[in-house]
């Protein structure tokens, strides 16, 4: 017994071929004049320095709060919780490079 109608060819699907993102895709002519040069030593400082901002920012706020200044409590709060948060993240990367040096250092050559 065969039901017409129901079984119908379905459309073909082209598939064409997948190009991997821009941003992927190896420069044509490489040249060392373009090319980013990668300074662990200043992004460091750099990282340090907004987690340093952002701790004497917070520190600014609770000195006017203290003094009686008019400060927003809900501002005061964020930027107290914002230093807080950006200090334990730098310590825990400070912990993770520290582990990643002392194990290259028992390695074995």
Do not use: C
Request: proline share 6%; hydrophobic share 40%; charged share 25%.
């Amino acid at each position: 017994m065969e039901i017409k109608g129901i079984v119908r060819e379905l459309p073909r699907i082209q598939i064409r071929e997948i190009e991997p993102p821009k941003w992927l895709q190896p420069e044509s002519a490489p040249s060392t004049e373009s090319a980013p040069y990668a300074d662990f030593g200043a992004m460091l400082r750099e990282v340090i320095g907004q987690v340093n901002d952002a701790q004497q920012h917070s520190a600014d706020l609770a000195q006017r709060f203290a003094r009686g200044e008019p400060v927003d409590e809900q501002t005061l709060v964020l930027a107290m919780e914002r230093a807080s948060l950006a200090f334990q993240l730098t310590l825990q990367v400070r912990n993770k490079v520290l582990d990643a040096y002392q194990e290259v250092m028992r390695l074995q050559v």
